[in-house]
């Protein structure tokens, strides 16, 4: 059974409410670093061992670097999620 | 907070930090604060971040000064307003083996390998001796991490050439300087690592990335480390275990098994378990740590246990044994006050989660590790940094007999109806001087962890108390104190400030195990002669509320002083004027 983008999206909202203590985060694809005051370039990282270990997948360097938005990031997940 | 005891998940504190963070702040817990400077030869974000929590966690409220990225040389070595205007606390100086300039290649010769060390030491050294002329204060320094690859294999280690070889060379070089150089500190990422795992610790993907110069997951683990070097430094290790018995020092349970049946010694693999645990917490009587029992049984049954032929401990390496069908927490409390400690000093073992539970509700702040099974009881200790070593005194191997001697004066006090006898009794004799070098080690120690019978709870640093020690606008006493029953060492230490006919006193403390002896009447005695022979007139003390002074509050008031002015957050100034009325009144104890 593949993962339905919206459950995708689910898991991330609260990786990201939990990461800025913030349970008013929602994310869009279109949600970007622009939108989330604490969401700087370090950030990025902690954000990007949690998406891992949440969904079980390894990101490789490529991928990590060219995530702009959280759209892109469902897109690497959902490519990498076992179906 | 139990989320930042080991053993830890990195992962959650990771991902949950500000929330954590929050928590730590809205505990009501008092901090002391302290400036950090960190300088970094690679990515530093998030270990400062996980820093803050641990420090926090020990009641350290950190201000950060973060170098600009790999700029730790140019920082520490040139002139720097920028960390001058900081005024530093600690330096702690991250850097990996990703910041040694050059590797030796297979073509370098014996000579040039030589002088690629000596290049890297004169880096470094160069660097902690500016930091140490300049800022003055206590420097923590990684060593280097094992490299991720070997080149030449099993041979990187032993070959000349090899990165192990030239790695651990350096290690040893840094050794060297600390051993030579007091507030220096290694901070050991090679020990770290390993025990992390060397392959995961190295993971260059955090290093491609964001110039981590280890994995992400790693760093609390390297952050707990350096908090636990910081907050020894600054007086906040523990001093001493709270043991259980049964499961816990032994196994099995004594009452119903019988001493015979007990799990202890060679004979059996669980029994050799807590027969290395037993050792593991017997050398820790050489650190100055006290050893404690807490645990319900029959008193006979828990002396039985420790008389075991195969016992490490023994009852006489105990300062106390509470065997009995109270509750632990009531015992551990009991324990806590006769050893004149706060219970969170002290650190409760028991196997029993829900004796744990107790205690640490009881008592928050107080440590009760999750151990886990026998044979981890070790590893899950060793690794909470309890104690972490920073510096030695010659006092520390003799706590536990000092405690013991405490234990016979309170018995024989209890043979005397009035207690004025009892103190003369004591046969006490003083020696109260300004400081020596030999006791500067000592009195470091003291400053730096008395927290009850303490004025200002004001801390120094080795290199600030030798400046006191030769600056002549300084009066300096360190008391010791002995009596029939032994030699408590150095108990008492004074630092007043002159200013023309004015004495301000920064700092007054005394060691709690010499409580209710006058000591603190001969100090006073002691301190108003120097200030009365420098032609002093007028003495000003002062008490800064703390969670843990209240007993000092109104320390001056018995000593004479005058109230001058309160503030609302209950410090308050004293004054004992004129000087050259001051009559001595230390009856009980000779002074020499």
């Known amino acids: 059974m593949k993962m339905k983008r919206e459950e995708v999206l689910k898991i991330l909202t609260s990786i990201f409410q939990n990461n800025f203590d913030d349970e008013k985060i929602k994310l869009t694809d279109a949600t970007s670093s622009v939108d989330i005051e604490d969401w700087d370039s370090l950030e990025q990282i902690n954000l990007v061992v949690a998406v891992q270990d949440a969904f079980k997948i390894k990101f490789n360097i490529e991928e990590v670097n060219s995530m702009n938005n959280v759209g892109e990031m469902v897109d690497f997940i959902m490519k990498k999620v076992k179906g | ?592």
């Open chain 2, 1 to 592: 907070m139990k989320k930042l005891e080991y053993p830890f998940h990195a992962e959650e504190i990771l991902g949950t930090k500000r929330k954590i963070k929050k928590e730590l702040l809205a505990s009501g817990n008092s901090f002391i604060e302290k400036n950090i400077a960190i300088l970094g030869g690679s990515t530093i974000g998030e270990i400062k971040n996980m820093m803050e929590l641990f420090l926090l966690n020990q009641g350290i409220k950190p201000h950060f000064y973060e170098a600009e990225y790999n700029r730790y040389y140019e920082e520490a070595v040139f002139s720097n307003d920028r960390l001058k205007n900081f005024h530093p606390d600690i330096i702690y100086i991250h850097t990996t083996n990703r910041n040694v300039d050059r590797y030796p290649t297979m073509a370098d010769s014996r000579e040039m390998i030589d002088s690629l060390v000596r290049g890297e030491m004169e880096k470094f050294e160069k660097m902690w001796n500016c930091l140490a002329d300049t800022y003055h204060c206590p420097v923590i320094q990684n060593n280097f991490e094992m490299p991720m690859y070997r080149l030449l294999g099993n041979k990187d280690a032993s070959d000349i050439h090899g990165r192990v070889n030239f790695l651990t060379r350096l290690n040893m070089k840094f050794y060297e300087y600390t051993q030579s150089h007091k507030d220096f500190f290694i901070c050991d990422i090679n020990y770290i690592s390993a025990d992390y795992g060397l392959k995961e610790w190295s993971d260059p993907f955090y290093f491609y990335l964001y110039k981590y110069a280890l994995n992400i997951r790693a760093i609390p683990y390297l952050a707990f480390n350096v908090a636990n070097i910081i907050k020894s430094v600054f007086g906040k290790n523990k001093k001493g275990f709270v043991f259980d018995l049964d499961n816990t020092l032994w196994g099995g349970v004594i009452g119903d098994d019988g001493v015979e049946q007990i799990l202890l010694g060679q004979e059996a693999p669980a029994g050799q378990a807590y027969l290395e645990f037993q050792k593991y917490i017997k050398a820790h009587k050489q650190l100055g740590i006290l050893l404690n029992v807490d645990s319900k049984n029959e008193y006979e049954n828990a002396i039985a246990g420790l008389r075991h032929t195969d016992s490490e401990l023994k009852p006489e390496d105990f300062i106390q044994i509470k065997a009995n069908w109270e509750s632990k927490d009531r015992n551990f409390s009991d324990i806590a006050d006769t050893l004149n400690l706060l219970p969170e000093s002290l650190v409760f073992i028991d196997d029993n989660p829900a004796e744990r539970h107790i205690v640490t509700e009881q008592f928050p702040g107080t440590a009760a590790p999750e151990i886990g099974e026998s044979h981890q009881y070790i590893q899950n200790i060793d690794r909470n940094g309890f104690f972490e070593v920073t510096v030695v005194s010659e006092d520390d191997g003799r706590r536990s007999e000092m405690y013991l001697e405490n234990a016979r004066r309170t018995q024989f006090r209890g043979s005397f109806a009035d207690y004025g006898e009892y103190l003369i009794s004591l046969d006490m004799r003083a020696v109260i001087r300004p400081f020596e070098t030999v006791y500067i080690a000592r009195i470091f120690q003291l400053i730096n962890k008395s927290n009850q019978f303490n004025l200002t709870t004001k801390r120094y640093t080795r290199s600030e108390l030798e400046a006191i020690m030769s600056d002549e606008s300084y009066i300096t006493l360190c008391g010791k104190l002995k009596d029939r029953f032994g030699d408590n060492g150095v108990v008492s230490i004074v630092i007043g400030r002159v200013n023309e006919k004015i004495c301000y006193i920064d700092l007054w403390l005394m060691s709690c195990r010499t409580l209710k002896r006058e000591m603190e009447t001969a100090m006073m005695d002691a301190l108003s002669e120097r200030c009365r022979e420098r032609g002093i007139e007028e003495i000003r003390g002062y008490y800064y509320p703390t969670a843990k002074n209240n007993m000092v509050k109104d320390f001056y008031g018995t000593q004479g002083f005058v109230k001058m002015e309160e503030d609302c957050m209950g410090n308050t100034k004293w004054v004992y004027m004129p000087v050259s009325s001051y009559q001595k009144r230390n009856k009980f104890i000779k002074v020499e």
